[in-house]
């Protein structure tokens, strides 16, 4: 890897992506630290070694775009960036583009759309397939065309990709970590010190909180990862395809939220413009549930407002709370707080509030 990070600095095509297994041919061995701006200051032997296979992330790239996946389509040309004409860009070259900059399927392709960029035009024509998995892989051809008019800059937007997954463990949130590549889910691995930096992205990529904690990995191997921790996804990480023990990960959001309901058997309850509204007198019944993800647990019903709260184990996954004659006292703001012990921690997860008013009969 510090080999790598060196090659793709000193061809100014910016990070390392992945370092894939090495082919047989043999080359003279290179020891780098990572920091040296070429492979020259490197200290190199004529001890034979594999050949090393290095991607970098920056051979093409989006720009002027709301994120990683929309943009203006730049393409590494020497050491600056060449925009795509129009007319040189196809459906089959854009699938490529949205593969090799890690994200989903292209989901709009416009000429104009992300403005023209300061630089050259990429003097070459693309003749993708729509299967390579990165856009140098694809045949080119000289332009037809050498002028491309104003307006005409390939603008492209890639949907996002759904790249990483938890399984196993009975929530979105919690379980082994897996990562989407080439056509296939592998299992993603990590060194001991680098498992709670991978564990902080996969989390945030996931939507699912903070990481709570990291379990022992299984003894299956996966993809290596390592990431500084800051990352919105995977896929701005360095990985390697030498295989580490399978990472787990708990994160904090781990329970879906709960759902809160009012119910009465008396017929005194009609929806309101703010929410339910009970007359006077009624016995009423506000009810609490949850999708059937872990055993146990238990409802906490709050009133906003007051201090009072009561608390009933979840059967079957859920809780009813009775109220004998609504009176003023019961107006109000209700919410369910499910909490539950699991993966040796405790977790809760609220619902949306429930606005009461209570009102004449």
């Given at each position: 890897?510090?080999?790598?990070?060196?090659?793709?600095?000193?061809?100014?095509?910016?990070?390392?992506?992945?370092?894939?297994?090495?082919?047989?041919?043999?080359?003279f061995g290179v020891s780098c630290s990572g920091?040296?701006?070429?492979?020259?200051?490197?200290?190199?032997?004529?001890?034979?070694?594999?050949?090393?296979?290095v991607i970098c992330s920056e051979s093409v790239r989006l720009v002027d775009g709301a994120g990683l996946c929309s943009?203006?389509?730049?393409?590494?040309?020497?050491?600056?960036?060449?925009?795509?004409?129009?007319?040189?860009?196809?459906?089959?070259?854009?699938?490529?583009?949205c593969r090799d900059v890690g994200c989903g399927a292209p989901a709009a392709l416009q000429g104009g759309l992300y403005g023209e960029g300061e630089g050259q035009t990429w003097d070459k024509e693309f003749q993708c397939k729509g299967k390579e998995s990165l856009l140098l892989d694809c045949d080119t051809s000289d332009r037809k065309n050498k002028t491309c008019l104003p307006g005409n800059a390939v603008g492209l937007t890639c949907s996002e990709p759904d790249d990483v997954r938890l399984v196993g463990g009975g929530s979105r949130c919690a379980g082994g970590v897996e990562w989407y590549d080439q056509g296939e889910w592998r299992i993603v691995g990590a060194e001991d010190e680098d498992q709670r930096d991978v564990a902080a992205v996969v989390c945030r990529q996931l939507g699912c909180g903070s990481t709570v904690s990291v379990p022992p990995g299984n003894t299956t191997r996966g993809i290596r990862f390592y990431c500084e921790g800051d990352?919105?996804?995977?896929?701005?990480?360095?990985?390697?395809?030498?295989?580490?023990?399978?990472?787990?990960?708990i994160c904090s959001d781990l329970l879906v939220q709960p759902d809160i309901f009012l119910t009465d058997p008396m017929g005194g309850v009609f929806r309101g413009h703010q929410g339910p509204e009970m007359f006077r007198g009624y016995n009423f019944t506000i009810t609490c549930s949850t999708q059937p993800q872990y055993p146990g647990g238990s409802f906490l019903l709050t009133f906003t407002g007051s201090n009072r709260t009561q608390t009933q184990p979840a059967v079957n996954h859920s809780a009813a709370f009775l109220f004998p004659a609504a009176d003023d006292s019961h107006?109000?703001?209700?919410?369910?707080?499910?909490?539950?012990?699991v993966f040796s921690h405790n977790f809760s997860s609220e619902s949306e509030l429930l606005s009461l008013t209570i009102t004449g009969n």
């Open positions: 890897m510090s080999i790598a990070i060196v090659v793709c600095r000193q061809l100014g095509c910016g990070s390392t992506v992945s370092v894939l297994p090495g082919n047989t041919t043999r080359g920091s040296e701006p070429s492979l020259r200051e490197c200290i190199r032997t004529n001890e034979l070694r594999p050949g090393l296979t943009g203006r389509v730049e393409v590494k040309s020497y050491q600056s960036w060449a925009s795509v004409c129009e007319a040189d860009f196809d459906r089959q070259d854009a699938e490529v583009v990352e919105s996804s995977l896929r701005e990480c360095f990985r390697s395809y030498d295989l580490h023990p399978g990472l787990t990960v107006q109000g703001n209700y919410s369910c707080v499910y909490d539950n012990y």
